[in-house]
């Protein structure tokens, strides 16, 4: 079964940014991007309506990671202080060698590449220093920039489910599958 242990918190660098530990300092940005009706309509999670939502939502993540039940990271331009989104593997299945990878950024840094960027960086980290086998994402069918991304990044679409997961609403909605697996060297 796979190992893994995220202590210490495992900073990645790429050229632009810093992923790094979010934190309770973090948590007015966070809160931006958890209240943004907008960005959260393909989440499967309830917007945030007050700073106790994104403070709970800080200690959740940091409870999962300490137990290495998952890892998430804040997404940072470097040297600067801002939370921009953030990205991790939300679920790991260890007996599988396999992790799904979730991430949402703040609507104002879109379409910058920021996203692509600490993509590869999760990856690759999940490929060499966690040993990941594969990797898969679960998106909803109309997020089509997630779904762009994921293409591009070879990822395929592996499964796609009729009415499969319900949402806040008590609506029964479609998820799709995209996964990749460990490429070869």
């Known amino acids: 079964m796979m ?4 202590e210490p918190f495992p900073v990645l660098v790429t050229e632009r940014l810093e992923l790094k530990e979010i934190t309770a300092n973090d948590a007015e940005a966070l809160f931006e991007i958890r209240r943004d009706k907008e960005l959260m309509k393909y989440i499967s999670r309830p917007v945030a309506t007050n700073l106790q939502d994104v403070t709970s939502l800080i200690e959740l993540i940091a409870r999962r990671r300490k137990s290495n039940e998952g890892i998430n990271w804040g ?3 470097k040297n600067n202080p801002f939370l921009l989104g953030m990205i991790g593997f939300v679920n790991l299945y260890k007996e599988d ?9 703040n609507g104002k840094y879109h379409r910058q590449g920021i996203v692509q960027e600490a993509f590869d960086a999760v990856v690759k980290y999940g490929y060499e220093k966690m040993n990941l086998h ?3 994402a679960t998106i909803h069918p109309n997020n089509i920039p997630s779904a762009k991304l994921l293409e591009k990044k070879g990822f395929t679409r592996d499964a796609y489910f009729k009415e499969n997961k319900l949402s806040l609403e008590g609506v029964f909605e479609d998820t799709v599958i995209y996964s990749q ?5």
């Open 181 to 185: 697996v460990k490429p070869r060297e």
């Open 134 to 136: 594969s990797i898969e």
């Open 3 to 6: 190992q893994v242990n995220f």
């Open 75 to 77: 997404i940072f331009l």
């Open 97 to 105: 060698y396999r992790a799904e990878i979730g991430y949402m950024l």
